[in-house]
């Protein structure tokens, strides 16, 4: 079998991490591929083991049978668009970790024991995590965990736009905005909170729909995860579509976008999170 390693980029911590690791797992007789910004910052690295892992580009990290992300919840976010359906196991390096469990002090040994788990049984144990697809006429973005933006060219002062949003064809809201947060419970706890929006518990099934600076309009509101959440842009020169801060998709308005549950979610392995501690450090 093949783990995969993605460490934050310019992190000594995540380095030296990703190297012990790499030596541990050649121990119990695996092999590790890491992606290529990791393999480079781990040639010259100074506590690199004798061990070298193979390279690959993180879309190709699906091919693996465990993915570890080392660092914060924007090394795992990065890491979640290359593993797709592959477990994922995050190493919490960050100040808050809504979406690494995993302590630094913990981590080889956990993922070295999840890995012989998967050597005797075959799989290993993991917990979906529901992803976010946002569409529109050709053109798909790949799945957000996090959450889907919809907004005009800029924000404040002549940007944004007049947005219509449905829920499953009904009405909820419409009017001048800055844009539409869509996120899922996971993503409650970002973007979507510095915007006004509710702290949605991750084992809720559902979707929240946050206006962002609204000139008048309804408030958030969470609906069912099996909805689909229309957004309709218009009265703006163009807009945009940003899958999890990272990947775009600029549109011309009017556009429609609709947004739905992805049919593939992540599958988080290791420790559960501790969910009201993660929130005791946002204070």
């Known amino acids: 079998m093949t783990v995969g390693i993605v460490a934050q980029r310019d992190n000594d911590r995540a380095m030296s991490l990703a190297s012990r690791l790499t030596g541990r797992l050649a121990d119990v007789g695996e092999s590790v591929a890491v992606d290529q910004t990791t393999g480079a910052a781990l040639d010259d690295h100074e506590a690199w083991d004798a061990v070298s892992p193979s390279t690959r580009p993180v879309e190709e990290m699906r091919d693996c049978d465990l993915v570890v992300s080392i660092g914060g919840d924007g090394t795992f976010l990065y890491a979640a668009r290359g593993a797709g359906s592959t477990p994922l196991m995050g190493v ?148 945009v579509v940003v899958s999890d801060g990272r990947v775009r998709e600029e549109i011309t308005p009017p556009e429609r976008v609709t947004l739905s549950r992805a049919s593939e979610p992540i599958r988080l392995a290791g420790p559960p999170l501790d969910f009201f501690t993660a929130l005791g450090k946002l204070g």
């Open 92 to 239: 919490n390096l960050g100040e808050v970790g809504f979406l690494n469990a995993l302590a630094p002090e913990e981590a080889v040994e956990t993922v070295v024991a999840e890995v012989e788990h998967i050597q005797k049984t075959g799989s290993a144990r993991t917990r979906a995590m529901p992803r976010l697809r946002a569409s529109g006429p050709g053109w798909e973005l790949s799945p957000a965990l996090n959450e889907v933006v919809v907004q005009g060219s800029h924000r404040g002062s002549g940007g944004g736009g007049t947005f219509e949003v449905r829920v499953d064809g009904s009405l909820y809201t419409s009017g001048h905005a800055d844009g539409v947060l869509v996120a899922t419970p996971t993503g409650s706890t970002a973007y979507n909170l510095s915007e006004g929006g509710p702290l949605v518990h991750p084992d809720v099934a559902g979707l929240v729909v946050t206006g962002m600076a609204e000139a008048d309009g309804m408030p958030p509101l969470v609906v069912d995860a099996d909805s689909d959440v229309v957004v309709t842009l218009t009265d703006a020169e163009s807009g």
